[in-house]
């Protein structure tokens, strides 16, 4: 597949046409277990042996082809889908770090992965040390000899900050860290964080991959390139005693490489159960397909939008990576070339209270907690989804009262431009 362009492979990749299924769509394996073909071949699937279908909630043949094709999109070696991006983030933590293990991440996060980051790790030991993404000394200075990966956004929320990928992969490998990049807000479409020094790229495939607001799934994307015989990654190095002693980084053989993935699904999946069902695992399938087209006019349509409110008498700022002037244009432009996404954020002159007509005024915009739907939404995250956190919290996280923010969708734009602006009237 890889000789093909990534329009043919959202398409096709990970589909093969001459295995048992003669559909040319993708069928739903609705199978809760697999037929051994006898009691040796059981014996050799529970010991490692041999690869093979269990049970669904280790292993589901609709759920492979996702899971290929994402990592043929994302440029990785393996991947494992999972039941949300919540639990694609969680996983990817605790597959490296034990108590007493810490984390360095960016400080501009999704607001359920900030308070998993700020108030449940910790309760289990992991320290997470915040920093500003952009200022890379700072990122620096929260390393310690206890780090054990560091991790940020594609787009950093709820400001839509930009980092400089490649400072970040040089200091994960000047600290041998593995870098974990939530590329949610981009998708493979736009950014492959791979190509840039990620070593593990975590999506929720709840949002543009999904594209149609119909299913809650996670994905993560193992690139292959990591180290893991580095015996601080002790989860990696310590014989598994669930497994008959297995060292994740030393005993697989030729899936090695793919240690993170593999141990993911061995150890986490398998054990404390975040499985994906087939049927979501198909959603997302048809959702890759049309990816690249519906990306595309999700970032024409958000950039004609944030050009809109840019100097409307009633807005006070706004902010579009892919708007001309945006302070981080130098970086979108190099690592966004397709288009920079689909959410655009604006302060409303007249603060909180202007804020709440705007919202209450629009018709062709939906008010609800998500982003990444066909449809177009919209929210006041300081009074939802970042509630969570203090006045204190939210304005470190760049939340003001006046914040609003649209997730951009593939309406025609003049219907989009209209509703926004009868809706900025009646604030
Ligand atoms: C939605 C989202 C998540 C969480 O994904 P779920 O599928 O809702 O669990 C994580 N990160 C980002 C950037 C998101 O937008």
Redesign the pocket.
Known sequence: MSSYRFETRALHAAQSRDGADPGRAVSIARTTAYNFRDTEHAANLFALKELGYIYTRIMNPTQDILERRMADLDGGAAALALA????A?FYSIINVCVAGDEIVSSGNL?G??YTMFSSILPDYGITVRFADPLDIDAVREQITDRTRALYL?SIG?PALSVPDFEAWGKLAEEFHLPLIV?S??TTPYLFRPIEYGAHVVVH????WIGGHGTG???VVVDSGTFDWTDPKFTTFNRPDDSYHGVRYAHDLGDLNPVAFAMRMRLVPLRNLGAAISPDNAWLFLQGTETLPLRMERHSQNAKAVAEYLHGHEKVEWVRYPGLFGDPASKRVSRYFPHGAGGMVVFGIQGGKAAGERFINSLKLFSHLAN??DAKSLAIHPASTTHSQLGEEQQRAAGLSPEFVRLSIGLEHIDDILEDIEQALQSS
Request: aromatic residues 10%.
């Open positions: 949300s991006g919540t639990s983030i999704y359920g992965t956004e929320n939530d949610t807000f929720s495939l709840t949002k809650i799934g996670g982003v990444g």
